[in-house]
């Protein structure tokens, strides 16, 4: 995984989105840690991909704060005409070896880069 800021593949509008992202998940997680994954990570979107973003957090995963998280993001998805999936996912539960093998975590792991 690596920190936004060594991406170089995002235009102005990609960054305003993302920033509309991280803002919309801290307001209803603060101590949240926002990852983007999948093609807009790797830099082969294309102008219909979808934005994949996984919310890691040290509180208890639960249908009531993934809810929060999609009401807060339908807002950024209205502002900007871009769809966005989140996932949520305790951070404790997410290092377990478990989730490790994992193809979905793998990817992350490999691709992720930190909003």
Not at 33 to 50: F, M, N, Q
Not at 90 to 101: I, K
Request: hydrophobic residues 45%.
């Amino acid at each position: 995984m690596v920190p936004l800021t060594r991406a170089t593949h995002f235009t102005p509008h990609d960054r305003m989105v993302l920033r509309r992202i991280k803002e919309a998940v801290l307001e209803i997680i603060p101590d949240a840690e926002v990852i983007l994954y999948g093609s807009r990570a790797r830099g082969t979107a294309h102008a219909e991909s979808d934005w994949d973003v996984l919310v890691l957090t040290d509180a208890p995963e639960s249908l009531d704060l993934e809810k929060r998280v999609w009401l807060s993001i339908d807002a950024v998805e209205l502002d900007t005409a871009e769809i966005i999936g989140i996932a949520v996912h305790n951070r404790h539960e997410w290092a377990t070896p478990q989730w490790a093998v994992v193809p979905y975590h793998v990817e992350i792991e490999r691709e992720g880069i930190r909003i």
